[in-house]
């Protein structure tokens, strides 16, 4: 919890998604734009998020769909290069998150300076990808063979996916901090931009009571009260878009609206 704190701060920080345009290998890669026109709009999100005083930043390739869950030489060295053109302009502490390869995470935020990553570390799951295995173990020997500073933020229950086998979310956040060495525990509603039930959130901080818990998906103007009241923090994407549509650009007016009732909750 004390480096969590280090990290960012504040109480209950908000850590806004910088979600990127998909890069080159995905099928929606606009070749017109090219590079310029993904390091172009997430700029732009950029601006947007920091006039309105979210507390942190994150890096994603939201775009990239269909999802990957082994990151090509293509997508990963294209991120690479966004990031780092990118926080240049960062106020905030960030972070990064290649969907959906863990080892591939870690990598990129060495490589870019990042101070925390989201991924999904541990579990099976029968998912979109089709069979998903990550594997938290690579990814943390990695991290720890580079002499990476970055936080890991594990996130137990997928978007797009479900878990295989029966265990509780209690059951997962623990042993994501005993047994994977997590350095904090994301709780994700089942897509993206879809809130995560209060009463998950409050089994999972019963679990794991000295690890942060973070809302990871679906926090919106009305339910951050409810939320905040739980999770040491907040992930917010989605509700940050123009018409709250994941695919379109930040609107400033919205972040500005969502920090203001933040800040008062605090």
């Known amino acids: 919890m004390e480096r969590f704190r280090r990290i960012f701060g504040v109480a209950k920080p908000i850590i806004a998604m910088a979600h990127l345009r998909p890069l080159p290998g995905s099928p929606l890669y606009d070749r017109e734009r090219g590079m310029d026109g993904i390091i172009e709009g997430v700029l732009a999100d950029i601006d947007s998020l920091q006039s309105g005083n979210v507390d942190a930043i994150m890096f994603g390739n939201e775009g990239d769909r269909p999802y990957l869950t082994e990151a090509t030489p293509e997508s990963l060295s294209a991120m690479t290069a966004v990031?780092?053109?990118?926080?240049?302009k960062l106020r905030v502490p960030w972070g990064v998150n290649y969907l959906w390869d863990p080892v591939a995470s870690v990598a990129l935020a060495h490589a870019t300076g990042a101070q925390f990553v989201r991924e999904v570390f541990t579990g099976?799951?029968?998912?979109?990808?089709?069979l998903w295995i990550p594997d938290a173990a690579a990814a943390v020997r990695l991290r720890a063979s580079l002499g990476a500073e970055c936080a890991l933020f594990y996130n137990i229950n997928a978007e797009f996916a479900s878990p295989v086998g029966h265990r509780s979310h209690?059951?997962?956040?623990?042993?994501?901090?005993?047994?994977?060495?997590?350095?904090?525990?994301?709780v994700s509603g089942p897509m993206t931009g879809q809130a995560v039930e209060v009463s998950i959130l409050e089994e999972v901080r019963g679990a794991v009571p000295?690890?942060?818990?973070?809302?990871?998906?679906?926090?919106?103007?009305?339910?951050?009260a409810s939320i905040l009241a739980v999770a040491d923090a907040a992930i917010v994407g989605t509700s940050f878009k123009r018409n709250g549509d994941t695919w379109n650009e930040v609107d400033p007016e919205r972040v500005e609206r969502f920090m203001a009732k933040v800040h008062a909750l605090r």
Not at 83 to 88: F, G, L, P
Not at 124 to 130: C, L, P, S
Not at 210 to 224: K, W
């Open 83 to 88: 990031v780092a053109e990118a926080k240049r």
């Open 124 to 130: 099976v799951y029968d998912a979109d990808m089709g």
């Open 170 to 186: 209690a059951e997962r956040a623990r042993s994501a901090v005993f047994a994977s060495l997590a350095d904090a525990i994301c």
């Open 210 to 224: 000295t690890t942060p818990v973070i809302a990871n998906t679906g926090v919106r103007l009305e339910n951050a």
